[in-house]
Structures are given as C-alpha cells and as structure tokens.
C-alpha cells in the first residue's frame, strides 16, 4: 500500500467516525468526547486502526516511556530542593485534587474546590459548563471509580527561588462515568451511565506552594506533551551542588 493510499484509508476512515459519533460531555474540562468507539462498530474499527497504526503506537508508547522517566528524574533533582517536586509529594497533590474535582463536579459547585485550582479555571468551568447546563435544566452526573495512571510528560520550572509558577503536564488515565441528564425526567440526553477508562491531560501550576489545577487538554495531546522539551534552569543544578 502506497503512502498516498495510507493516507486515502486513514481519511476515510476518520470522516466516518466524525459522522456516526455520538457527541458527549466529558467531565471536568468541558472537552467533547466520542462514544462511537464504544459501539460494536467502533469496536470493529478501533481493532483495524489498531492493527493499521501499530507501528505508531509504538512509537508513541516509546516516546512517553522516556518522557515521564526524564520528568521523574528531574523531579528528583528539584524535590531536593524544594520537596513539594518530589515525585511521592506531586503524585499526591494531583491524586487528592483529581478526587476532589470530579465530586465538585458533580455536585455542580466549583467553589468546593477553589483552593486547589486556579481562580481563572474553576470560573470559568462554572460560568461556562455547569451554569449553561443548569439553565437548559441538565445535569452533569460525573463520577470517579479510580484512578489508574498518573504519568508525569513535561516540565516548566520557572527561575523562581521557590519555583513559583512552574507548571507540569500529566497524563491521568482513570474510570469515570460522565453523562448528561434531564431534571426532570431523569433521562439521558447525552452519553450512559457506566464506567469507563479515560485519559486527560492535566495541567498544574506551583502557587504559593500549592499545585493548582490550570487547565484540562484532551488525552489525545499526550504525544505532543511528551515531546516537548523540559524547561530547566541551569540553576537547579547549582542549587542541588550548594546543598551537597
């Protein structure tokens, strides 16, 4: 098969997932999934692309591999610094404020988590998502079974003395159920119940000397997050040289 026909295949076959999907609201983010994949078509196509893109889901797991032992190991060097980067420290902070959104969620008040997300996001969520469901008389019913993976891909530290305003992206894969429905009728309108594994890119920054949620890209951008290259100031190194 030639390139440009590769290239035909893969087109097709993405402009009918785009017309057969069933749109659905994900949880916190307000991003838009595809419960086409859960379908016995979806299935059926999902184990053909599978087997089409091998090579390349190689390459992506590969490249994530290295990712997140690179983000650990800098993380090590920093929590030597300031133990709020050691990896144990990190991994508990995302883990306690992952817990903690999905049941604001659900509860449709953002203000339940206003100390472990940034001021822009939790507004903006409320305003934008949960407000505007409210008034067309849906709920967001957003709930978490467990969290599998928290995988941490890329790294900005900033030049702070304390690294105030660094940022790191994770990749968290957890078993949520996320659905939309009536008030009253109690009928779904968008998505179904039950659980099923996800993947979000999650964003948090370091203020105050707390990690906050900033912000929640869709898994599919985990490739790019692990590609890019770590932000470290030479001073880190400096730093863990004093300390010695």
Same mark, same amino acid.
């Given at each position: 098969?030639?390139?440009?026909?590769?290239?035909?295949?893969?087109?097709?076959?993405?402009?009918?997932?785009?017309?057969?999907? &069933?749109?659905?609201?994900?949880?916190?983010?307000?991003?838009?999934?595809?419960?086409?994949?859960?379908?016995?078509?979806?299935?059926?196509?999902?184990?053909?692309?599978?087997?089409?893109?091998?090579?390349l889901i190689?390459?992506?797991?590969? $490249?994530?591999?290295?990712?997140?032992?690179?983000?650990?190991?800098?993380?090590?060097?920093?929590?030597?610094?300031?133990? %709020?980067?050691?990896?144990?420290?990190?991994?508990?902070? $995302?883990?306690?404020?992952?817990?903690? !959104?999905?049941?604001?969620?659900?509860?449709?008040?953002?203000?339940?988590?206003?100390?472990?997300?940034?001021?822009?996001?939790?507004?903006?969520?409320?305003? !934008?998502?949960?407000?505007?469901?409210?008034?067309?008389?849906?709920k967001n019913?957003?709930?978490?079974?467990?969290?599998?993976?928290?995988?941490?891909?890329?790294?900005?530290?900033?030049?702070? &003395?304390?690294?105030?305003?660094?940022?790191?992206?994770?990749?968290?894969?957890?078993?949520?159920? &996320?659905?939309?429905?009536?008030? %009253?009728?109690?009928?779904? !309108?968008?998505?179904?119940?039950?659980?099923?594994?996800?993947?979000?890119?999650?964003?948090?920054?370091?203020?105050?000397?707390?990690?906050?949620? %900033?912000?929640?890209?869709d898994g &599919?951008?985990?490739?790019?997050?692990?590609?890019?290259?770590?932000?470290?100031?030479?001073?880190?190194?400096?730093?863990?040289?004093?300390?010695?």
């Open positions: 098969m030639t390139s440009n026909q590769k290239q035909l295949l893969f087109t097709i076959i993405f402009i009918a997932i785009l017309l057969y999907a &069933d749109p659905v609201y994900a949880g916190p983010g307000g991003t838009v999934a595809k419960a086409f994949f859960k379908t016995w078509w979806g299935k059926t196509i999902l184990g053909l692309l599978t087997i089409i893109f091998l090579p190689i390459y992506m797991k590969t $490249v994530e591999f290295f990712a997140v032992r690179k983000a650990k190991k800098e993380l090590f060097k920093i929590g030597l610094i300031n133990k %709020d980067f050691s990896w144990l420290n990190v991994e508990k902070h $995302v883990t306690n404020t992952f817990t903690r !959104v999905y049941k604001a969620w659900n509860n449709e008040d953002m203000k339940e988590v206003s100390e472990y997300v940034n001021h822009w996001y939790w507004q903006n969520q409320q305003s !934008v998502h949960l407000d505007k469901w409210k008034s067309e008389n849906l019913v957003c709930h978490l079974e467990s969290i599998n993976k928290i995988k941490p891909l890329y790294l900005e530290i900033s030049d702070d &003395d304390n690294f105030e305003g660094s940022k790191i992206a994770f990749s968290i894969t957890a078993n949520v159920e &996320d659905y939309l429905i009536d008030r %009253d009728s109690r009928r779904i !309108v968008k998505g179904k119940n039950g659980y099923n594994s996800e993947e979000k890119i999650w964003i948090m920054e370091y203020s105050n000397k707390k990690w906050l949620l %900033d912000d929640i890209r &599919d951008l985990s490739l790019q997050f692990a590609k890019l290259k770590n932000v470290i100031p030479e001073s880190i190194s400096e730093g863990i040289l004093s300390k010695g």
